[in-house]
């Protein structure tokens, strides 16, 4: 994690993912006040199979931490791996019973928005398909834009009712990309 501000504390894992560095989490002392924020990387899964299973007790362990974050400012960032709704994913019809795209994956994001965390960027784009933040490197779907929504922003009402601008970091064109992500840029007052 890099911030402009100073790092007060940073916790690395969650229950049962101690070891693996998928969850970096950070208390940041920001303008206005302490902001946490973390840091996630759900791997992609496969769907009916122990990789999909452990996929699930990610997100699971995810969803408790996120709940034990109560009122404060934080944020959870990173590559979720899933596409919560058809919006989401270009080719949705062609993704039905993949990971990335099952049901119960969504369902998780489902909990988190119902329990009060905000997808930002999904507030700021509106009800429109996109903006994806992830394309294959093979064919043209990059040049096509079929792309998932798979790296998010969601944020405790506290701080995300200061978000501003978001910003996708896709870049110009396909020989410019240095991942098949892109950056998701949250700017805040």
């Known amino acids: 994690m890099l911030s402009a501000h100073e790092i007060i504390a940073v916790r690395v894992g969650l229950p049962g993912f101690e070891e693996q560095g998928r969850w970096v989490e950070a208390d940041i002392d920001a303008p206005g006040g302490a902001v946490t924020v973390a840091s996630a990387y759900v791997h992609t899964g496969e769907a009916g199979t122990p990789k999909q299973d452990e996929k699930f007790a990610f997100l699971a362990a995810m969803g408790e931490r996120l709940a034990a974050l109560g009122d404060r400012s934080a944020a959870a960032t990173g590559d979720?791996?899933?596409?919560?709704?058809?919006?989401?994913?270009?080719?949705?019809?062609?993704?039905?019973?993949?990971?990335?795209?099952?049901?119960?994956?969504?369902?998780?994001?489902?909990?988190?928005?119902?329990?009060?965390?905000?997808?930002?960027?999904?507030?700021?784009?509106?009800?429109?398909?996109?903006?994806?933040?992830?394309?294959?490197?093979?064919?043209?779907?990059?040049?096509?834009?079929?792309?998932?929504?798979?790296?998010?922003?969601?944020?405790?009402?506290?701080?995300?009712?200061?978000?501003?601008?978001?910003?996708?970091?896709?870049?110009?064109?396909?020989?410019?990309?240095?991942?098949?992500?892109?950056?998701?840029?949250?700017?805040?007052?």
Request: aromatic share 14%; with cysteine.
């Open 80 to 189: 979720f791996n899933v596409c919560h709704t058809t919006r989401d994913l270009k080719n949705w019809k062609g993704n039905r019973g993949k990971a990335g795209f099952l049901p119960d994956e969504q369902a998780y994001l489902d909990r988190w928005l119902a329990d009060g965390w905000v997808d930002v960027t999904r507030v700021h784009a509106g009800d429109v398909d996109g903006p994806y933040t992830w394309w294959s490197w093979r064919g043209k779907a990059f040049d096509n834009d079929a792309g998932w929504r798979i790296d998010y922003v969601l944020e405790s009402p506290s701080l995300a009712v200061r978000a501003g601008a978001v910003t996708i970091g896709r870049a110009a064109s396909y020989d410019q990309r240095w991942s098949d992500h892109a950056a998701v840029i949250v700017d805040h007052d």
